[in-house]
Nanobody, 115 residues
Framework: QVQVVESGGGLVQPGGSLRLSCAAS????????MGWYRQAPGKQRDLVAF???????NYADSVKGRFTISRDNAKNTVYLQMNSLKPEDTAVYYC?????????WGQGTQVTVSS
C-alpha cells in the first residue's frame, strides 16, 4: 500500500504564496503519475496540476502562470508552488498518486486565501 500525506496549507492573503508538499511512501514512487486536485465547498474535485513519471506537466487554465508542480523522486515528494494566490483558490487540496488501476489519495490540506 502507498501512503500519501499532504502538508503546507494554511491561511494566506491575496497575492501571497504557499508551497504544498505531498510525501508518498513506497519503493516505486518514480513510476507514479502525480496530481494535485482541489475541492471547494459545494464544488466538484478538479485537477489543478499534473506531472507524470517522466516530468511532463499540465495545469488547469485557472492556475497557469501562477502554480508550478514539481517532483523530487529521491525524496518521494511532489510539490505545488502557488504564487499570486486569489480568494477563488480557496479549497481543500488533495494529492493523488496513480499507476494503471492503482490510485491513492491523501487526506487533503486546507488552503484559505482571504484578506
Amino acid at each position: 500500500q502507498v501512503q500519501v500525506v499532504e502538508s503546507g496549507g494554511g491561511l494566506v492573503q491575496p497575492g501571497g504564496s504557499l508551497r504544498l508538499s505531498c510525501a508518498a511512501s513506497g519503493s516505486f514512487f518514480s513510476i507514479y503519475h502525480m496530481g494535485w486536485y482541489r475541492q471547494a465547498p459545494g464544488k466538484q474535485r478538479d485537477l489543478v496540476a499534473f506531472i507524470n513519471s517522466v516530468g511532463n506537466t499540465n495545469y488547469a487554465d485557472s492556475v497557469k502562470g501562477r502554480f508550478t508542480i514539481s517532483r523530487d523522486n529521491a525524496k518521494n515528494t511532489v510539490y505545488l508552488q502557488m504564487n499570486s494566490l486569489k480568494p477563488e483558490d480557496t479549497a481543500v487540496y488533495y494529492c493523488n498518486a496513480h499507476y494503471f488501476d492503482n490510485t491513492y489519495w491523501g487526506q487533503g490540506t486546507q488552503v484559505t486565501v482571504s484578506s
